[in-house]
């Protein structure tokens, strides 16, 4: 005898309804224009807890969000590592092109590997 389950998940494909519900969701409030998933932070190697919060929210949304900091001046690469860790992320995925902290430098590039990159 064998019992057939079904698949509650949106992303089956057999399950049509549940995908319509989760697509309603996402699209609920969506934001119009990037501007709208800009969120400014005073200090990015240490954002406040608001900052963090308004930053979890667009990405829950959004899948991305974009900050918007007085330190982008400053070429650090820690300022990015530091922010992730904040939100909760310490591990990077390493490419072939990433250098050895796991952050690439988006920059032109005429030579080499990193001249077929796309970043993404």
Known sequence: MST??????????????????????????????????????EDAKNPSPVEIKA???????????????????????????????HLGLTRTDKSLTTDEDGVTELSQSTSGEKQTYIPY
């Open 4 to 41: 057939k389950t079904t698949n509650l998940s949106p992303f089956d494909p057999a399950n049509d309804a549940a995908y319509q519900v989760w697509r309603a969701e996402k699209l609920k409030d969506y934001p119009a224009a990037a501007e709208d998933m800009i969120v400014p932070i």
């Open 55 to 85: 930053l979890t929210k667009i990405c829950k949304k959004t899948n991305m969000a974009i900050y918007a900091s007085n330190s982008g001046g400053q070429e650090d690469k820690q300022i990015p590592l530091a922010l992730a860790a």
